[in-house]
């Protein structure tokens, strides 16, 4: 199962953006994680299909309604998600 490594900048914590990317990932069956950094970013790493993988990357491009993604960097990872499910870190 391909996985992709995502880094989202911009104003994504503390607009309930950890809790409706899990939210959206298991509406979509996709397994994983989401966390913050401490600098202000909120890294995510998401395994699935890679037509699932895209519809998602869509949906990080955008956020939550609170939140404004300035940017959204994504790399292919070789790492899996060590989950069940899709969990806030």
Request: hydrophobic share 40%; glycine share 8%; net charge negative.
């Amino acid at each position: 199962m391909p996985c992709r490594h995502y880094i989202v900048e911009g104003r994504v914590q503390g607009v309930f953006f950890r809790a409706s990317t899990r939210e959206q990932a298991q509406s979509m069956g996709i397994q994983g994680w989401v966390r913050n950094l401490v600098d202000g970013r909120v890294e995510v790493l998401a395994c699935a299909d890679t037509d699932q993988l895209s519809l998602f990357e869509t949906w990080l491009n955008e956020g939550p309604e609170m939140a404004i993604v300035k940017g959204l960097s994504v790399t292919e990872s070789t790492q899996q998600a060590e989950v069940s499910g899709f969990e806030v870190r």
